[in-house]
């Protein structure tokens, strides 16, 4: 048995999820895994053993309880210094970066649901979707810009090397495959690298495997 414990949704829909557990694989953190299905007659309760909040991910690690994946990330990055940005700035950039998502872009959010073994037709986007997601992509060209040009290594994501913030805006880059978003193309570099993740292609696999289906959300 591991000493953490990482209770999660399913794969395919589940976005807090896949920020938890993405931070906990760029961590190297060993963890066992439980998976609550959701929407579903029995996950409020499922949940509920496990999350004071009633939402997943949580964490468990010695007697102690650590809910939602901003937390859980602050969690990991002080066991494991490499997650955030070494640089004062930088780091203050990417924790910007990581609330502002962590709190924002409700269109987005309400519009395009999360469904990474979709694919689904082209549709008309609202004024306040399209105005999020050139927020999102001009946050990710000045990082880029500012930070990963001088960091100590570019990798291709927002800060040099992966970190938090790229955790936090993995959801937003499986979103933008499945609805076919048309994005500039340093956005298009940027999810390129994001998806190539070992660990994103572990979840992707891993999603494309699970029997659960919630049809509100399929094509």
């Known amino acids: 048995m591991a000493e953490y414990t990482l209770v999660i949704g399913n794969r395919n829909y589940s976005t807090w999820s896949l920020r938890g557990w993405l931070v906990a694989r760029m961590a190297g953190i060993e963890f066992d895994e439980i998976v609550i299905p959701l929407d579903e007659p029995t996950t409020k309760e499922a949940i509920a053993r496990h999350s004071p909040s009633g939402w997943v991910p949580v964490l468990k690690h010695r007697g102690n309880t650590i809910w939602d994946s901003l937390a859980i990330a602050e969690y990991f990055a002080e066991l494991r210094p490499g997650l955030c940005p070494r640089d004062a ?13 962590h709190s924002g872009f409700q269109a987005l959010r309400n519009t395009m649901a999360m469904n ?3 694919r689904f037709a082209p549709r008309p986007m609202t004024e306040d979707v399209r105005a999020e997601i050139a927020r999102i992509e001009g946050l990710w060209r000045d990082c880029r810009t500012r930070f990963a040009a001088t960091a100590a290594r570019d990798d291709g994501f927002l800060f040099g ?6 955790a936090m805006f993995a959801p937003v880059v499986t979103r933008f ?16 690298a994001v998806i190539a993740l070992p660990a994103m292609q572990e979840w992707i696999e891993g999603a494309s495997r699970e029997p659960w289906a919630l049809p509100q959300y399929d094509p």
């Open 89 to 101: 700035m930088a780091r203050a950039a990417a924790r910007s970066v990581s609330a502002e998502m």
């Open 116 to 118: 990474i073994r979709a």
């Open 161 to 166: 090397a992966p970190s938090i913030a790229d």
């Open 177 to 192: 495959a499945s609805y076919g978003v048309a994005l500039a193309e340093d956005s298009r570099r940027y999810c390129a």
